[in-house]
């Protein structure tokens, strides 16, 4: 909610649930997890929250370009740094990026947190049919004109729901046995590194991923990820070698005389969740956001930003709702209010549509991948996306074009309808065309920004970071 809606309504209450010693939000499982902001996100947040980057700057985040600071491997290809992008993130671990937004939630005025206070169900007014407040696990009600639901991936929304007599939404779910495997380094220095993050992909099998960030303090977050039957090992020798079996020698030869400065450490909780609300929206008194709605592969990188694309999304409701009431007795605002829910989801489902058919369609292509979809939900559309993306994905190595269209995208600062235009279309078919009469890249590519097969990327790899 932002500060400037807050002004206008009563004192708002945000109830979380922390661990005293880290302050950890115990809804966001993946804490620990590498984290990239996408520059959809941190835009939004500037636009809530102005100077934000700013301070998360000046705590250490880092200053990336997703394309002139990344090294990615993929389609037997590899992306050297080069070209500037103009797309931009700030990297730095989960914990940093919340610190410095809790300092600016904490100076709205009219808000307060209350911390260690679990929800165990809601309040209800079953003759008005709306949700009135909360219970509290220590007995504890707290009235509301409206109830937000924002606690993560494991919300108990759909019990409380039934508790209260009136129909949960079903659900759809992609489990596809991905595994992350964690660990953090302190990164070496070396002013001869050209790249700030890399990524190796093992496709067309995509069994195996790996994905090094860097975040403040000199760190580096790795995780080495495998679907079933590729996890990787959680033991020193097994993580090493795991690494240096990647198709790509780069992050292994970065991380094989750097310092661990963690154990290494599992994380499985990776399947794509949705709860459909547009199909069955809550009472009227309650909004859900964020994972508590549809959570994704974390693999993909869209969490943060389309929860905070969600809450812009329901700010933007709530104050359509209220139009005119500014000024009115509580009872007027209220009735304001109703409808709200219904409108909010339908609307929010349409926003998740396009990132949830970017997370599930590869995990259901996985033979192991373990689906609940409703029967109305045809995923005919998803594999044909799929395999269009697939094409995409390997002709951007060759075109910079493609490669800064698909980058804007990936980072939701265009609708994916650009990726469908006849320029892309027609470059994309000249790739094709290409490939099949064995052509070179394109001439913009041509100047010793890519390499290709393992051999290029060996001879691509260094050791320092770029400031």
């Known amino acids: 909610m932002t500060p400037a809606l807050c002004s206008t309504l009563p004192i708002e209450c945000i109830y979380e649930l922390l661990q005293a010693e880290t302050r950890r939000r115990l809804g966001v499982t993946q804490y620990k997890q590498p984290h990239v902001m996408l520059q959809k996100g941190l835009e939004l947040i500037e636009e809530i929250f102005p100077g934000y980057q700013q301070e998360l700057a000046q705590a250490g985040a880092l200053d990336i370009d997703l394309l002139s600071d990344i090294i990615v491997y993929d389609w037997d290809k590899e992306w050297l740094p080069g070209h500037s992008s103009g797309t931009r993130s700030l990297a730095a671990s989960r914990h940093l990026y919340e610190t410095v937004l809790r300092k600016f939630v904490l100076r709205i005025s009219n808000l307060k947190v209350q911390t260690s206070a679990a929800v165990n169900g809601l309040a209800y007014n079953a003759e008005e049919q709306r949700v009135t407040g909360v219970h509290l696990k220590s007995g504890q009600m707290l009235d509301a004109d409206l109830v937000v639901d924002a606690s993560g991936r494991h919300s108990d929304v759909s019990k409380w729901l039934e508790q209260l007599g009136h129909k949960p939404p079903s659900t759809m779910t992609v489990e596809a046995g991905l595994q992350y495997t964690y660990r953090m380094y302190e990164m070496p220095e070396d002013p001869d590194r050209q790249w700030s993050i890399a990524v190796c992909i093992d496709n067309p099998e995509y069994n195996r991923t790996a994905v090094m960030v860097p975040i403040e303090t000199n760190k580096w977050q790795l995780n080495l990820a495998g679907y079933k039957g590729h996890h990787c090992p959680t033991d020193e020798e097994g993580f090493l070698q795991f690494a240096k079996d990647m198709p790509s020698p780069t992050i292994y030869e970065a991380i094989r005389h750097a310092k661990p400065l963690s154990d290494i450490s599992a994380y499985r909780n990776t399947g794509n969740f949705r709860r459909l609300f547009e199909k069955a929206p809550p009472p009227d008194g309650l909004c859900v956001i964020g994972d508590a709605v549809c959570c994704f592969n974390p693999i993909h990188g869209q969490g943060m930003t389309v929860g905070l694309m969600g809450s812009q999304l329901l700010a933007k409701c709530i104050g359509e709702q209220l139009k005119g009431s500014a000024g009115s007795e509580r009872q007027h605002q209220l009735a304001a209010l109703n409808g709200l829910p219904a409108k909010f989801h339908s609307q929010l489902g349409r926003l998740v549509d396009y990132p949830w058919t970017v997370s599930v369609g590869p995990d259901a292509q996985k033979p192991d991948a373990v689906m609940n979809m409703p029967q109305t939900e045809a995923n005919v559309f998803s594999v044909l996306l799929t395999k269009y993306f697939v094409a995409l994905q390997q002709a951007r190595?060759?075109?910079?074009?493609?490669?800064?269209?698909?980058?804007?995208?990936?980072?939701?600062?265009?609708?994916?309808?650009?990726?469908?235009?006849?320029?892309?279309?027609?470059?994309?078919?000249?790739?094709?065309?290409?490939?099949?009469?064995?052509?070179?890249?394109?001439?913009?590519?041509?100047?010793?920004?890519?390499?290709?097969?393992?051999?290029?990327?060996?001879?691509?790899?260094?050791?320092?970071?770029?400031?």
């Open 397 to 467: 190595f060759d075109d910079l074009y493609l490669m800064k269209k698909v980058t804007k995208v990936g980072h939701m600062l265009a609708p994916p309808t650009v990726l469908f235009g006849p320029d892309v279309v027609g470059r994309l078919l000249w790739y094709v065309l290409r490939s099949k009469l064995k052509f070179g890249p394109s001439k913009e590519i041509a100047h010793g920004t890519t390499a290709v097969g393992p051999a290029a990327a060996a001879t691509a790899t260094s050791n320092g970071f770029r400031n």
